[in-house]
């Protein structure tokens, strides 16, 4: 699955934290991309294309 600005996704299939995609080709490596965490804490920091799983909307609070 292509993983798309804006999308919502997860470290993993077992991950808890959710993250919001905000930049997608970190300096040109369309394998990277920038997540942000959702909510007022924590950092934005780059990741492998290959450790996010997208998650559906709802799961946002959750």
Not at 41 to 58: A, I, K, M, Q, W
């Amino acid at each position: 699955m292509e993983i798309k600005l804006g999308d919502l996704v997860k470290l993993g299939e077992n991950g808890v934290s959710r993250f919001r995609v905000i930049d997608v080709a970190v300096d040109g490596d369309q394998s990277r991309v920038l997540v942000k965490p959702v909510g007022d804490h924590g950092y934005e920091f780059p990741t492998r294309t290959s450790d996010l799983v997208v998650v559906d909307e709802s799961e946002a609070s959750g």
